[in-house]
Every structure is written in structure tokens, then in C-alpha cells.
């Protein structure tokens, strides 16, 4: 019976790029499915506690990557089934699947996908300036564009987020109001008291995006069906969005999934506002002019993507650990981080007024 790959380091013990033998046994019969030999491997990334692993490979054939996708098979089939579609349908600027000398997209082995791609040479990190955010922000309203049409193939498991977003919302709130009760039951722990004094606050933004998600144009617009959408990202950044030959590359598609497509402009908008430490207008501003000259943002559009910016995105993301490991979350580094989210969420609500009233009655000065 084959051995089926597992998590090997759940509590980050061995190493960041540490791989079973098993593990690399199974590469070793992975390769040999494929039309050239390799010279030498080099594990790039790991996701131990997941059984997902990428190496670098340097083969006869130039430079790939290999990886094993740590979800479901049929999930990481749409991702796979996404990634050629861009490729070979769309000319997108995304690594190449490499065939199997059968002729097929991945192998199947311990219970995962695999797959080879190319290994894009060079590829440089934008830099870590408003320019830099303004090329990942053209080159993902790109992506999400690009993305439309895309039919996952027989078998895949289709990942949509479309119409679960009053889901996630109400999801928030609830969990935020949970926050109180963990920090009251440890309250002598350093973060629980900061938690008390903010999460009702918080609770009431994630109350109030929810409603004002429930009389926006939503359903109507989430209607249109995943196809008419397109893809998002879902792991969208620095690192996933750098300059290589003839512009931008975006690399790592393993969870693309159907949604609107500014949630991964959200993501990013939010994410550079952390960076800065502070909301900032031209910023938000000039993120959002680059990714509308690519993939244009509609009013109904926007004022969605300024109600997700209303969520406490931040400050959940930053505080749900408790609810999993309250003794080792309330910590002293914890207070730090939401004291600091406090004061960064009285610099949001200026900007994203500015940015509605701006966009609102065709008074948007950004390019269409």
C-alpha cells in the first residue's frame, strides 16, 4: 500500500528545510516521469505542517521548479487547470507547466499532486516604495482580469468564495465578541486587558461592515457567476508579484479560487498599510489608479472593496490565535501589535471617506 505523505514537523523542530527520506525517495520516482534528468535539487520552501514542499530543480533541460501541493487533490487540480489556462489561453506572465513524457500536467503520488513548472530567471522584488505597490497592484488587476473564463477541469474541485462573504463577515463579529470572553478568563495574561478595552469597538466595525454589505449591490453583483469573475490570488504580495523578463510575474497559484476580484487588492492595500504603519491616501490612491488602468473598478465595485477595508481585517488576523492557544497568544508581543492596530485604525476611516467621496457621482479622478 503507498505510503501517504503527511505533516512531519508540526511544531517547527526540524527545520525549516528539513524533508523526509520517504519524502525525497517519492521525488526521486516523480522525476523520472518527466523528460530530463536533474543535476542537483534545492528545497526553496517547506509547509511541514501541511505536507506541502517546493525545490529547485536544475535539469537538462534548464531550471524548474518542482512542488507538492499540501490540499486535496481535486482542489489542487482547479489550481493546476488555472495555471495552464493562463499560460497557453490567456499569454499570461506565470510559469509554464512542464509536461510528463505521457504528456500529463501532474503526478499523483502519496496521496498529493505534484507538478513541475518553469523556474523564471531572473525574477527581482519590486521595491518597497508606493512605485513598487503601484507595479504588484496593475500586475494583479491583470491576474484577475486575465482569469476570466476559466473552466476548471473534469474531476477538479471548484474553489469559489463568491457568495460566502456575508458568511465570513458575520464570522468576524462573532469571533471578535468571543475575543472578550478568552481575554476575561485570562485577564492576568499581558495582551488581555488591551484585548477588553478594543474588541468592542472592533466588534461594532465588523457589525457594521456586515450591514452595510447586506444593502450594497452585492448579490447582484456575486450573480454574474464565478466564470464572469474570474480568479483571485488569495496569497497575493510581495513575494508572490516580482519583476522578471518582458514585466511582472505572478507565481504560486496553488489556491486560486473564483471571487470578486479586488479582494486580492484588498488584501494587498491592507497588508502596505501595515507596512507603513499608518493609513496613508497616497497610497490607497495611487494602489488603486494602477490596478483600475488594468482591470477597471466599477462604483458598485469599489464601494465592496471599501466595505472589506472597513473590516477589522487587521486586527482579527492578528488576535484569532487566542481562541486556539490563549496561554501562549496573550502575550507581551501581542499587546504591542494591537495597541499599534489601535493606533493605525484612527488614520483608515479619513482615507476611505476621501476615497468614496472621490469615486462617487463620476468625480473619481483616476483613470478609467
Do not use: C
Not at 526540524?14 to 535539487?41: H, R, S, W
Not at 493546476?80 to 499570461?92: D, F, P, R
Request: proline residues 5%; charged residues 25%; hydrophobic residues 40%.
Amino acid at each position: 500500500m503507498e505510503q501517504l505523505i503527511a505533516p512531519w514537523d508540526l511544531d517547527g523542530s526540524l527545520g525549516d528545510l528539513y524533508v523526509p527520506p520517504y519524502i525525497e525517495e517519492m521525488a526521486q520516482q516523480v522525476i523520472n516521469k518527466y523528460d530530463f534528468k536533474v543535476n542537483n535539487m534545492e528545497v526553496i520552501t517547506t509547509k511541514a505542517d501541511k505536507g506541502g514542499l517546493i525545490w529547485k530543480i536544475n535539469t537538462t533541460k534548464g531550471p524548474k521548479s518542482l512542488k507538492i501541493l499540501h490540499r486535496r487533490p481535486t482542489r489542487s487540480l482547479f489550481s493546476i487547470g488555472a495555471q495552464e489556462y493562463l499560460v497557453n489561453v490567456k499569454k499570461a506572465r506565470i510559469p509554464a507547466i512542464v509536461k510528463t513524457k505521457t504528456g500529463a500536467n501532474t503526478v499523483e503520488m502519496g496521496g498529493k499532486i505534484w507538478f513541475v513548472a518553469d523556474w523564471i530567471e531572473p525574477l527581482t522584488p519590486v521595491s518597497a516604495d508606493l512605485e513598487g505597490a503601484k507595479l504588484l497592484s496593475h500586475a494583479i488587476g491583470e491576474f484577475n482580469e486575465l482569469s476570466k473564463g476559466y473552466v476548471p477541469p473534469r474531476g477538479a474541485e471548484t474553489s469559489s468564495r463568491l457568495y460566502r462573504w456575508p458568511k465570513a463577515y458575520k464570522k468576524i463579529s462573532k469571533k471578535i465578541n468571543w475575543f472578550k470572553h478568552v481575554a476575561n478568563l485570562y485577564s492576568e495574561l499581558p495582551a488581555s486587558k488591551t484585548i477588553l478595552n478594543s474588541a468592542d469597538m472592533f466588534e461594532e466595525q465588523a457589525r457594521k461592515a456586515w450591514t452595510m454589505l447586506e444593502k450594497s449591490n452585492y448579490q447582484a453583483l456575486v450573480a454574474k457567476g464565478n466564470k464572469e469573475w474570474g480568479l483571485v490570488h488569495q496569497d497575493y504580495g510581495w513575494s508572490n508579484g516580482q519583476m522578471g523578463p518582458g514585466g511582472m510575474w505572478i507565481i504560486d497559484l496553488d489556491g486560486v479560487a473564483y471571487d470578486l476580484s479586488i479582494r486580492d487588492l484588498r488584501k494587498l492595500i491592507g497588508g502596505s498599510m501595515d507596512d507603513l504603519g499608518r493609513w496613508d491616501i497616497n497610497w490607497v490612491v495611487g494602489m488603486l489608479d494602477a490596478y483600475n488602468e488594468a482591470n477597471p473598478i466599477s462604483d458598485d465595485l469599489l464601494e465592496i472593496l471599501l466595505i472589506d477595508l472597513s473590516l477589522p481585517n487587521l486586527y482579527y488576523k492578528n488576535v484569532k490565535e487566542i481562541l486556539i492557544d490563549p496561554v501562549l497568544s496573550l502575550n507581551s508581543e501581542l499587546d504591542s501589535v494591537v495597541q499599534r492596530i489601535i493606533e493605525m485604525d484612527q488614520t483608515k476611516w479619513p482615507v476611505i471617506e476621501q476615497v468614496r467621496k472621490e469615486w462617487r457621482g463620476g468625480k473619481r479622478k483616476w483613470k478609467s
